[in-house]
């Protein structure tokens, strides 16, 4: 039997202020761990968790897309992942649909496994997202 080889999903959100002006990063990599899809862009007024939970939904979307088999999604919000975990009830009503929406879209995948990391380990999806800030401050200057 030949066991699929998951892809992983880094996601980061970024908000200045809470709530404040939100962005997003997101990287997708194969099983090879071949770059293949990554997001830098800025969601509008939200707060952090907002943004984080933005971040994934938009590395998981890109990875089902990309016909992901099993997916492997990185974070440093440890809120987030351990309501994905199941270890945590969503209790704020704002975070309810953006968490229905990555139920939904794990359902889609073979397996699905939330972790939390350190900032450290999540380096380029953090950049990723204050990088849509970078942009939009110098589109505006």
């Known amino acids: 039997m030949v066991t699929e080889r998951c892809w ?3 996601a980061d959100g970024a908000s200045r202020g809470n709530p404040g002006p939100s962005s997003i990063g997101a990287v997708v990599f194969d099983h090879d761990q071949t770059k293949v899809h990554e997001v830098s862009r800025r969601i509008g007024r939200g707060t952090n968790n907002e ?3 933005k971040a994934a939904i938009a590395g998981l979307e890109a990875a089902l897309a990309l016909g992901a088999p099993c997916i492997k999604l990185y974070m440093d919000s440890e809120l987030v992942v351990r309501q994905l975990q199941g270890r945590y009830r969503v209790r704020n009503p704002r975070l309810q649909p953006l968490w229905g929406r990555i139920a939904d879209l794990r ?3 073979g397996s699905f496994q939330a972790v939390h990391v350190p900032r450290t380990q999540n380096q380029l999806a ?3 997202a204050n990088r849509a ?3 939009a401050d110098a589109d505006v200057t």
């Open 107 to 109: 359902r889609r995948f």
């Open 126 to 128: 953090d950049a990723l």
């Open 8 to 10: 992983t999903v880094y």
């Open 51 to 53: 943004a984080e939970y």
């Open 133 to 135: 800030f970078t942009q």
